[in-house]
């Protein structure tokens, strides 16, 4: 399992892969072999580096909130499809892809005006299509991609005219 949580203002990827009765956790940059059993009613029991944990976890729409270790988080998991659509510095000017892929469909020209939620282009990655809409209502400015095309994750794929 491998998804992307915000934590504050800090993004971090966050990976747990189970192998058998164990299981490695991965975070900012760092493995932490591990076990994590469920207790239930939410209560796990985690250990690491030859320590047992107790941990809780609350999960309410995009929100888990996670008591372990005498402290609380509140932990924000990331559509990686809308946050790369937001680009890379946060502007929704640049549409940017989420994963790497290939277009399948693009529905916009250069010149051509646009609203928020229109469908620019769909995409595939890993057999799963996924359709990228405008952010804002604005003119597409550059189209970076043809269909057929595949590209890298974080590629610049669609880009609209700044807003005036």
């Not at 250069?110 to 928020?116: F, Q």
């Amino acid at each position: 399992m491998k998804c992307d949580i915000a934590l504050g203002d800090a993004c971090e990827t966050v990976m747990l892969v189970r192998r058998g009765d164990g299981a490695t956790l991965s975070f900012a940059g760092r493995d932490y072999p591990c076990t994590l059993r469920e207790v239930g009613a939410g209560e796990y029991r985690l250990s690491m580096d030859g320590k047992t944990h107790r941990v809780w976890i609350a999960v309410h729409k995009r929100l888990a909130y996670v008591h372990a270790f005498g402290r609380v988080w509140e932990l924000e998991v990331i559509d990686p499809v809308e946050r790369a659509s937001r680009g890379a510095g946060g502007s929704e000017d640049i549409t940017i892809a989420p994963m790497p892929g290939t277009v399948v469909t693009l529905f916009v020209r250069e010149g051509e005006p646009v609203h928020k939620g229109q469908p620019l282009l769909v995409i595939e990655s890993m057999k799963m299509q996924t359709e990228i809409v405008a952010l804002r209502n604005g003119k597409v400015e550059r189209v970076f991609v043809a269909p057929g095309q595949t590209f890298a994750r974080g590629a610049r794929l669609v880009a609209l005219a700044g807003e005036e």
